[in-house]
């Protein structure tokens, strides 16, 4: 009894391989044909080139008429390749090809190309001053927000499925419908690539965007600060110090803010002496000229690090005439 | 030794001294310098300047006319406007950074006057109403959040009385509205302030917050808006009208852009440097302009296609523009240039500064007043307002 279960159960594994090989043959050995866009999906008033792609037709071409809009581009006759103007966003092109094939048969293919915009908004979680007009740049474990942006079509949101992708690992596992945005933490190196797929909820692609992310290290740069009018926007590395004291404000850009907020190590260092950073506002301090001494100089120091994150730190120096 | 030969002794060394000194101070000459102060003399040593031998006395004209280009104050400036009050008289109204103080400056005569001694303290931007009433003020923050104040100009006790306080991401007075924005849910919620009802209207609404918008004249817009920029980011320009946004065909790297009559002047990173370009919004053409501008820094001109652009001819490009100039790390001696995209397609200078005052300024806040046929800007370097008459 036991014999005839095993004889079944080695006739059952060894025969489906047999059963998937004959559904191929009779679905995969279809001959078939289509046209290829390259770009996959054209920007609006863009070019684009469509292809034949005839490869697996048994027989062989012999002509090719394209038709654009349902108009016959006489000049394109024949032609495997053809270029093509993408038009406005949202604008349909129907491109058709027709295949005159051996034996007086022919076949038309057919594609729709809809030119979207699928704009992807990076926003860095990352330090700038008040002052700063420009977005700040991504550094190593900072967060990271991306907004996804699509123009030329009209539809909801939240009937839209978005697949988040960076360097090759889905977020979150998987599709999200409606999540247009998404907070990342930057990875190692000094870019990484983000990939959005966007499908309906049939499943068809809209439309697919891979975008090149860099990373940056955090700088310091220092500016005056007075009382009257706050921070001067203009950084420097060396400062004469004209009246009896000054206050600099050390600006480390691109730090992450939780690293920028709660910092595990900040140093200010005058001539190689720690000095006590003030309780109101550490990135500030205070520097009077010495009470009895003539000129010199100093060489002021400010470091911060978040230090479970050792990249997420930054180390600049100030030298002070007086 | 004897006292007394001690005595005689010290009175020759005395008379001996005194004789010195009545020497030295009527009958030397002195041959040669040795002090560690020296007479200026521009080169080579000579007691008495030579003389032209054929000395032609001109009579030199006395210049009465100002300058066409002149500093107009000595003050620092946080926003300023030009205001034609109710006797048709043209004055410079400007904000005093740091004190808030209002001072208007008069066309003709030069003479400053101050409008409101009501102190707002740390004051850090400001913009005037185009009647000098109304006055919207931001004081020093270290966030990117914005204390804004709007008050209104009380002449007769020459002060400022606050209406409305709010905190917000960024402003801008225009015309007969004061439009701010305010970051709601993640994305940036724009509302307006009407001057003469206060009323509060919804503008229009981002789904992005990193946003540099640029201001229509009216509620409905069009407005346009695009991400702020960064050499390292890809920024991409939209239009915004009775509060629908539509994606303009322009975008890039380092990306900003300034929205004239028909074309939109826009710069972006090409090859490795900025590169600026001029889109016909009719035709659909791009133009390479040849520079590479901040259009933050441009200004259109009304009715032409043409643009008026600081620029610094010495400056070398940078692919990491605009990021080191909004750092403070880059600092330009501008000289003013007109884009030409009617005739020559070219830029041909309006003003060398630099030749003209003596001065390196970073121009910012460009604007032209027709009333005045002239331009008025303020340095980055120290906030100073500045004004050049080109009809001069």
């Known amino acids: ?322 | 030794m004897k006292k007394s030969l001690f005595i005689i002794f010290g009175i020759l060394t005395v008379l001996i001294l005194v004789a010195v000194w009545i020497y030295l101070l009527f009958f030397a000459k002195t041959e040669e310098n040795i002090d560690m102060f020296n007479n200026l003399t521009n080169g080579e040593t000579a007691e008495v300047a030579p003389l032209p031998n054929n000395l032609i006395e001109e009579t030199l004209p006395i210049n009465l006319k100002r300058p066409p280009l002149r500093q107009l104050t000595t003050r620092p400036v946080a926003g300023f406007n030009e205001v034609i009050d109710a006797n048709g008289v043209l004055e410079i109204y400007f904000v005093e950074m740091g004190t808030g103080h209002l001072y208007s400056i008069n066309r003709e005569s030069g003479e400053e006057r101050r409008l409101s001694g009501t102190t707002i303290v740390q004051a850090r931007e400001a913009y005037i109403s185009n009647d000098g009433n109304t006055v919207a003020i931001a004081s020093y923050s270290n966030t990117k959040l914005k204390n804004l104040s709007l008050l209104r100009l009380d002449r007769e006790n020459n002060s400022l009385t606050e209406v409305i306080t709010d905190t917000v991401q960024d402003f801008y007075l225009k015309k007969n509205h004061l439009f701010f924005t305010v970051v709601e849910a993640g994305g940036l919620q724009a509302y307006a302030y009407d001057l003469d009802t206060l009323t509060k209207q919804t503008v229009f609404s981002l789904p992005f917050s990193e946003a540099r918008v640029q201001w229509g004249d009216s509620v409905v817009g069009p407005h346009y808006a695009y991400p702020k920029a960064s050499y390292a980011l890809q920024g991409f320009l939209y239009k915004i009208e009775s509060g629908k946004l539509t994606r303009l065909p322009l975008e890039g790297f380092g990306f900003s852009a300034l929205v004239g009559s028909s074309t939109i002047l826009f710069t972006k990173i090409t090859d490795q440097a900025p590169m600026s370009y001029i889109y016909d919004q009719k035709t659909k053409e791009i133009k390479d302009l040849g520079f590479d501008f901040l259009p933050e820094k441009c200004l259109p001109l009304v009715s032409t296609t043409n643009y008026i652009c600081p620029f610094d001819l010495t400056s070398t490009p940078s692919y990491k523009m605009p990021d080191l100039w909004y750092q403070g790390n880059l600092s330009f001696a501008d000289s003013l240039l007109q884009t030409d995209q009617e005739t020559t397609g070219e830029a041909e200078i309006v003003v060398d500064i630099l030749a003209e005052s003596g001065r390196e300024i970073d121009v910012q806040k460009l604007s032209y007043d027709t009333a005045f046929n002239a331009f008025f800007f303020t340095s980055k370097n120290d906030n100073s307002l500045w004004m050049y008459e080109n009809n001069y």
């Open chain 1, 1 to 322: 009894m036991m014999t005839k279960y095993i004889v079944l159960i080695f006739c059952l594994i060894f025969s489906a391989p047999l059963s998937v090989k004959a559904q191929l043959s009779e679905g995969g050995m279809m001959p078939t044909a289509s046209i290829v866009i390259e770009p996959t999906y054209p920007a609006p008033h863009g070019t684009f080139t469509a292809s034949i792609d005839d490869y697996s037709l048994q027989g062989q071409t012999t002509s090719v008429t394209w038709k654009i809009n349902g108009s016959i581009i006489a000049s394109n006759n024949n032609l495997r390749t053809i270029s093509l103007e993408s038009g406005e966003v949202g604008k349909n092109t129907t491109v058709e090809a027709i295949l005159g094939l051996n034996g007086n048969q022919s076949m038309t293919l057919s594609k729709t190309i809809t030119p979207l915009y699928l704009d992807i908004v990076v926003e860095p979680q990352t330090r700038t001053p008040a002052f700063y007009l420009g977005r700040g740049l991504p550094s190593i474990d900072s967060q990271v927000i991306l907004r996804a942006i699509i123009g030329g079509i009209n539809i909801s949101t939240n009937d839209l499925v978005y697949t988040w992708q960076v360097n090759d690992k889905v977020i979150e596992g998987g599709p999200l419908r409606g999540r247009n945005n998404v907070a990342i933490t930057v990875p190692r190196g000094n870019s990484f690539i983000v990939s959005l797929r966007v499908t309906r909820l049939s499943g068809e692609e809209l439309i697919k965007k891979p975008l090149r992310i860099p990373s940056v290290e955090p700088e310091i740069y220092f500016y005056e600060k007075t009382a009257l009018y706050g921070i001067n926007p203009i950084s420097f590395d060396s400062l004469n110090l004209t009246g009896n004291s000054a206050t600099i404000t050390a600006e480390p850009y691109y730090l992450a803010l939780g690293t920028y907020n709660q910092p595990t190590l900040l140093e200010w260092t005058v001539d190689g002496k720690k000095s006590s950073a003030p309780t109101d506002n550490p990135y500030e301090i205070t520097l009077a000229r010495p009470a009895g001494e003539g000129r010199g100089t100093s060489q002021i120091n400010f470091h911060v690090r978040n230090l479970t994150q050792l990249l997420q730190g930054a180390e600049s120096r100030l030298r002070i005439n007086f």
